[in-house]
């Protein structure tokens, strides 16, 4: 196995923990373990299996994907920090590791701390921070990223819209992300129960926070989709024959409908635990979709390369395929473009990059 | 590398030190004497009289909900012949687990012991007994899981220090709590049907209804009082009461069950 699988492999376990912790917040079961990191006094790893019941199942089962996460980013760091010639990519890896172990204090803390939404909500915000670490990690160790790098690699015109727009898009995602769960965290899951309008209103006739805090996420919800869209129209309009910005484009549309019709679904269902686990678990989708998204942009854009004309970049041309697939197999190259300035690049006018 | 675990190390340790001071339960830790005035004096028993009357509902009384409990099969072969919520047990037209007590009127004119005896709420069969019941300030109220499963026990009381404690086996446990407050709701986050509320007062004048909707206040002093019955969905109603010397006084509560009403 190579680095990049074994990060993707984290990044996959951190999307079920992800779902676990949804599970744990939608059933309402943060508190039936009320000790930690014991789960009713015996070691978390010794707890008898006929005891998992009722809202402990939950808990409990949370608990242990958590460690088992915790466990395979030690190992990821340490991978890293052994493999990987680019210091900041080493960097990256021991970055997890410290997400990681917060993340696991701030779960231990909100228990202890009876939940409390500033705890809780932190709780939630650095689950996906965590989760885009591993996902950068994954895609930086790709072929494809370091391929992007080489002197072979074909060479692209930047688009400063473009970039800007992917990384407004995954700012906002998750931002919204964390309206979404403060509105989990302070009981306003429902607090308009009625969609798509609020009480019959577009603006809801009456205000309380929790109005407040809900109302916010379902603006954040059109802001991000207007986002979305602009984004992917942009990659469609002006990229179409780029495959590693249109293939996360149209997962992000798809990824984007979903989580529409289930934040629809959260409300219509007064908030059916597994409707709204796959609501939060399909925004960490989102957000991560994005997020590559906005790598690829960077990376594939080119960068500006010192004793170059701004046209002059590094880069990835649509022709060549797929990230995965353009980079030649063998290349392991020595870091990216922005670590070895002194690289051999080649200039290409603005004519030649695009299709 | 070290520079990273120079500033992830203090940190850590720092949010594992606070996280292991944070988890004190929240047995409210001191009993509170009610603030009494200087002239207080106990009630002359002698000239005492009584408040008692009924809570009756009126319109068609929700079914209450079914509990599922299949999440624990303990819980589930302790009811083998269904479940179902509490939240509207009517009789003869009455209404039972309506917390009534003299919410205004007793000032601080009266001295009231605190009782040392014990009040208990069981956890049998995955259900609180009783599902209302009624505490004084300082009184211990004793928690106890009859159960053969697991139980946490947790309080969600504004004015008091929220709790939230284990119980993995047949055990009591004992909590007190230092400021009135109507209502305290306990829950069990293991089993999510599991529901209760306790009402916590400075003094003694407090019910829950009983069979047929009926309560009985006993030892009143005489006054002028405001008199308020809770009901968990139904909400509250008040009355004020004029009460004389050895006077006994009856009153009813009315509360219209909402067509709309669920469980």
Same mark, same amino acid.
Not at chain 1, 84 to 92: C, D, F, M, N, Y
Not at chain 2, 21 to 45: C, L, T, Y
Not at chain 2, 98 to 104: C, E, P, Q, S, T
Not at chain 2, 201 to 208: E, G, Q, R
């Given at each position: $196995?190579?680095?990049?699988?074994?990060?993707?492999?984290?990044?996959?376990?951190?999307?079920?923990?992800?779902?676990?912790?949804?599970?744990?917040?939608?059933?309402?079961?943060?508190?039936?373990?009320?000790?930690?990191?014991?789960?009713?006094?015996?070691? $978390?790893?010794?707890?008898?299996?006929?005891?998992?019941?009722?809202?402990?199942?939950?808990?409990?089962?949370?608990?242990?994907?958590?460690?088992?996460?915790?466990?395979?980013?030690?190992?990821?760091?340490?991978?890293?920090?052994?493999?990987?010639?680019?210091?900041?990519?080493?960097?990256?890896?021991?970055?997890?590791?410290?997400?990681?172990?917060?993340?696991?204090?701030?779960?231990?803390?909100?228990?202890?701390?009876?939940?409390?939404?500033?705890?809780?909500?932190?709780?939630?915000?650095?689950?996906?921070?965590?989760?885009?670490?591993?996902?950068?990690?994954?895609?930086?160790?790709?072929?494809?990223?370091?391929?992007?790098?080489?002197?072979?690699?074909?060479?692209?015109?930047?688009?400063?819209?473009?970039?800007?727009?992917?990384?407004?898009?995954?700012?906002?995602?998750?931002?919204?992300?964390?309206?979404?769960?403060t509105m989990r965290?302070t009981n306003a899951g $429902?607090a308009?129960?009625?969609?798509?309008?609020?009480?019959?209103?577009?603006?809801?006739?009456?205000?309380?926070p929790q109005i407040?805090i809900h109302?916010?996420?379902?603006?954040?919800?059109?802001?991000?989709?207007?986002?979305?869209?602009?984004?992917?129209?942009?990659?469609?309009?002006?990229?179409?024959?780029?495959?590693?910005?249109?293939?996360?484009?149209?997962?992000?549309?798809?990824?984007?409908?979903? /989580?529409?019709?289930?934040?629809?679904?959260?409300?219509?269902?007064? $908030?059916?635990?597994?409707?709204?686990?796959?609501?939060?678990?399909?925004?960490?989708?989102?957000?991560?979709?994005?997020?590559?998204?906005?790598?690829?942009?960077?990376?594939?854009?080119?960068?500006?390369?010192?004793?170059?004309?701004?046209? /002059?970049?590094?880069?990835?041309?649509?022709?060549?395929?797929?990230?995965?697939?353009?980079?030649?197999?063998?290349?392991?190259?020595?870091?990216?473009?922005?670590?070895?300035?002194?690289?051999?690049?080649?200039?290409?006018?603005?004519? /030649?990059?695009?299709? | 590398?070290?520079?990273?675990?120079?500033?992830?190390?203090?940190?850590?340790?720092?949010?594992?030190?606070?996280?292991?001071?944070?988890?004190? #339960?929240?047995?409210?830790? #001191?009993?509170?004497?009610?603030?009494?005035?200087?002239?207080? &004096?106990?009630?002359?028993?002698?000239?005492?009289?009584?408040?008692?009357?009924?809570?009756?509902?009126?319109?068609?009384?929700?079914?209450?909900?079914?509990?599922?409990?299949?999440?624990?099969?303990?819980?589930?072969?302790?009811?083998?012949?269904?479940?179902? #919520?509490?939240?509207?047990?009517?009789?003869?037209?009455?209404?039972?687990?309506?917390?009534?007590?003299?919410?205004?009127?007793?000032?601080?004119?009266?001295?009231?012991?605190?009782?040392?005896?014990?009040?208990?709420?069981?956890?049998?069969?995955?259900?609180?007994?009783?599902?209302?019941?009624? !505490?004084?300030?300082?009184?211990?109220?004793?928690?106890?899981?009859?159960?053969?499963? =697991?139980?946490?026990?947790?309080?969600?009381?504004?004015?008091? #220090?929220?709790?939230?404690?284990?119980?993995?086996?047949?055990?009591?446990?004992?909590?007190?709590?230092?400021?009135?407050?109507? =209502?305290?709701?306990?829950?069990?986050?293991?089993?999510?049907? =599991?529901?209760?509320?306790?009402? !916590?007062?400075?003094?003694?004048?407090?019910?829950?209804?009983?069979?047929?909707?009926?309560?009985?206040? &006993?030892?009143?002093?005489?006054?002028?009082?405001?008199?308020?019955?809770?009901?968990?969905?139904?909400?509250?109603?008040?009355?004020?009461?004029?009460?004389?010397?050895?006077?006994?006084?009856?009153?009813?509560?009315?509360?219209?069950?909402?067509?709309?009403?669920?469980?």
């Amino acid at each position: $196995m190579t680095l990049h699988r074994y990060a993707k492999l984290v990044t996959v376990f951190t999307v079920l923990l992800i779902a676990a912790g949804g599970m744990v917040t939608s059933t309402g079961s943060g508190l039936s373990v009320p000790d930690w990191p014991t789960t009713y006094g015996w070691n $978390m790893f010794t707890f008898p299996l006929s005891k998992w019941v009722g809202g402990i199942r939950y808990e409990h089962t949370h608990r242990l994907i958590a460690s088992t996460v915790g466990f395979l980013t030690i190992i990821l760091a340490v991978w890293t920090w052994r493999v990987e010639p680019r210091r900041w990519v080493r960097t990256l890896g021991f970055l997890c590791l410290g997400a990681v172990i917060l993340q696991g204090v701030l779960g231990g803390l909100t228990v202890l701390l009876l939940l409390p939404p500033p705890v809780s909500i932190g709780h939630a915000g650095l689950a996906q921070i965590f989760f885009c670490l591993t996902l950068t990690l994954a895609v930086v160790t790709s072929p494809g990223w370091r391929a992007a790098g080489s002197p072979e690699s074909p060479v692209v015109t930047p688009d400063e819209v473009l970039r800007r727009l992917a990384a407004f898009t995954t700012a906002a995602v998750y931002t919204q992300i964390i309206l979404g769960a403060t509105m989990r965290h302070t009981n306003a899951g $429902m607090a308009i129960p009625t969609f798509p309008l609020a009480f019959g209103h577009l603006v809801p006739p009456v205000w309380t926070p929790q109005i407040a805090i809900h109302y916010a996420h379902r603006i954040g919800a059109i802001v991000v989709t207007l986002a979305i869209l602009a984004t992917a129209g942009r990659v469609f309009y002006l990229h179409g024959s780029r495959r590693e910005l249109v293939r996360p484009s149209v997962l992000l549309l798809a990824f984007l409908c979903s /989580q529409v019709t289930l934040g629809a679904f959260v409300v219509l269902t007064a $908030m059916a635990p597994v409707v709204n686990t796959a609501h939060v678990v399909n925004g960490a989708l989102v957000l991560g979709t994005a997020l590559v998204l906005a790598l690829r942009v960077y990376r594939f854009s080119g960068s500006q390369v010192p004793g170059f004309s701004g046209s /002059q970049v590094l880069g990835f041309s649509g022709s060549a395929g797929s990230a995965g697939s353009a980079g030649s197999p063998g290349s392991t190259g020595s870091g990216d473009s922005a670590d070895s300035p002194g690289s051999p690049v080649r200039g290409f006018n603005q004519a /030649q990059a695009r299709p | 590398m070290f520079r990273i675990f120079r500033l992830i190390a203090p940190a850590a340790v720092a949010i594992a030190v606070v996280a292991c001071s944070g988890s004190n #339960q929240s047995k409210s830790p #001191q009993p509170a004497s009610p603030a009494a005035a200087p002239d207080a &004096r106990k009630v002359d028993e002698g000239t005492a009289g009584s408040i008692s009357g009924k809570v009756v509902v009126e319109g068609t009384v929700p079914q209450n909900a079914p509990i599922q409990m299949s999440s624990d099969p303990a819980c589930e072969a302790e009811n083998k012949g269904g479940a179902a #919520q509490e939240t509207y047990v009517a009789s003869d037209g009455g209404l039972q687990n309506v917390f009534v007590y003299i919410k205004d009127g007793l000032g601080n004119k009266y001295l009231f012991d605190t009782p040392t005896d014990p009040v208990k709420i069981d956890q049998k069969g995955c259900h609180y007994v009783p599902h209302v019941l009624g !505490v004084r300030v300082g009184q211990p109220l004793q928690v106890v899981n009859a159960d053969s499963t =697991m139980h946490n026990v947790h309080g969600l009381p504004k004015a008091n #220090q929220e709790f939230n404690f284990s119980q993995p086996v047949p055990m009591t446990s004992t909590v007190t709590f230092t400021t009135k407050e109507v =209502m305290i709701p306990f829950k069990c986050d293991v089993h999510s049907w =599991m529901h209760s509320y306790i009402g !916590v007062l400075d003094h003694p004048y407090f019910a829950v209804t009983a069979s047929g909707g009926k309560f009985d206040l &006993r030892t009143v002093p005489a006054g002028t009082y405001t008199v308020e019955a809770w009901h968990e969905k139904l909400g509250t109603q008040t009355q004020n009461v004029t009460l004389g010397e050895k006077e006994n006084k009856e009153i009813t509560f009315t509360f219209k069950a909402s067509p709309a009403a669920t469980q």
